[in-house]
């Protein structure tokens, strides 16, 4: 059995975390022992961190709508077309158009930085977060 040391991704408290691995499968999750913010201890959510990491309904790749139909694409034809979407709206609306989601399972550091590109490349204030401490 691996451990790996990583940050729990269920809330912004970003504690660290040991997923177990076993014949190149997640199976379980720990808590650092030093870790400044988690000390030894993770919430029943850091306990079964590692259950959506091979769930079958779990996206693993971008999907872009062609033809009505969800079709698998390269990581950089969804990032383009996002980027040239996001750039078409902001231009025709000011902004006013975009709203952001931030998630709960992003780092404290992550939503920051997603915030600050919200307000500064994209031009609105139309940001909110869905963590619920």
């Known amino acids: 059995m691996e ?67 969800l079709t698998p694409v390269s990581w950089d034809e969804a990032l383009d077309f996002t980027a040239r979407e996001l750039t078409r709206i902001r231009d025709t609306s000011g902004g006013k158009g975009i709203g952001v989601l931030s998630s709960a399972k992003c780092t404290n550091e992550e939503n920051f930085l997603l915030q600050k590109f919200t307000r500064a490349v994209l031009k609105t204030n139309n940001i909110d977060h869905c963590a619920r401490l």
């Open 3 to 69: 451990h790996i040391l990583t940050t729990c991704v269920y809330c912004g408290c970003g504690c660290g975390v040991y997923l177990q691995i076993e014949n190149d499968r997640v199976t379980g999750s720990l808590p650092s022992r030093n870790h400044p913010v988690s000390r030894n201890n993770l919430c029943v959510k850091g306990w079964q961190l590692h259950d959506f990491i091979h769930h079958p309904d779990r996206l693993t790749e971008p999907l872009l709508r062609k033809n009505g139909k």
